[in-house]
């Protein structure tokens, strides 16, 4: 075993995927989760992927997050502190991580979206904090059992300091069933994810799976009016977004644009996901939460805001994400929306910008 040691806090779906493969590969490893989620993984945990990989997790090791609280002990510090809350948890998550952090504990911030991380730098000005990119989807097909339902390696950022220490644990993590890379550009990585993202929103609305809202070209034509926001705002902002697909980023919109019968031809790898795989954004929305869309879409209009660039397309899916949350606290039923609807609700803001 290893004798540096991980603790993933608030392992939901990506940190409990994390959390099993650090402990398949014999780390010492503690999982800091809700008791509903740890319910699910008391008897071990079966990771699976759309490539066919699959591995069987025993013995899941866990930590109390009541007992955190008021702990002083320095043997709970951890040399690797992996934070995969949501980015609407990451205040109350950097109260809640104090015991755990060491002097030299290093941070690894995996959120969605842009500048999350700053809060946790902020309150742990000493220590280094890392943002890591997750590309990739993970579904629940059943209690104990993680799916990885599409393409991309785990990513971490590197810096001068730690890149032997980083360096090391990525060449320990890189799997068949959890690919890992690295990076010293994350900024212009998370933007170029962030692209990518843009369909959580709409996938949210549609109420499907992320595959059948591909499948439709007007959930698509809308997709790529916010990428086309998006890659404005970069080119303003001189970011040259790097290539995470198989089409370049400026392509993508193109691409989205296609008709149904050339678009599944050109489009092979975007259709290659698991037909049950839905955003995290659906998931929040489907069980009353609140979403990340401030960090996604908001983070767009407020850097375009700055840039005096108007994004009509995103403030206006921002708007109807907000909408559904604020009927979910009156458990108002969600009403989805279909192509149709959506796309002339977009098209409208657009052209009454």
Known sequence: MSTQSHIVFGAGLIGSFLGGVLTSLNTDTKLVCRSHIRQKLDQGL??????????EVKDLVFLDPIGLKNNSDKESFCDFLWLTVKCTGIDKASRDIQPLIGPDTII?????????????????????????????????????????????ALCIETNTEQYTLTSNLIKLLNSAIMPVTQTNEMQILL???????????????????????????????????????????????????????????????????????IFKRVANKMLAIDPTVRTSMWWDLSQGKKTEIDYLN??????????????????????????????NEKQIPRKPFNSNSLLKEVQKSIAHQ
């Open 46 to 55: 079966k990771l699976t992927d759309y490539l066919g990989n699959t591995c």
């Open 108 to 152: 690894f911030c995996c959120q969605n979206g842009l500048g999350s991380e700053q809060v946790i730098q902020q309150r742990y000005p000493n220590n280094t904090v890392l943002r890591v990119m997750v590309p990739f989807n993970v579904a629940e097909p059943k209690p104990g059992h993680l799916h990885r339902g599409s393409e991309g």
């Open 191 to 261: 933007w170029a994810k962030l692209q990518l993202n843009l369909g959580n929103s709409i996938n949210a609305l549609a109420d499907i799976p992320v595959k059948a809202m591909l499948e439709q070209k007007n959930y698509r034509l809308v997709i790529a009016l916010l990428m086309n926001e998006l890659l404005t705002v970069t080119k303003a902002l001189h970011i040259k977004l790097p290539k995470l697909t198989a089409v370049p980023a400026k392509y993508i919109p193109t691409v989205l644009s296609l008709p149904n019968f």
């Open 298 to 327: 908001g983070a767009i209009v407020n850097a375009a805001q700055e840039l005096k660039i108007n994004c009509p397309a995103n403030q206006k899916i921002i708007s109807l994400i907000k909408q559904i949350e604020e009927e």
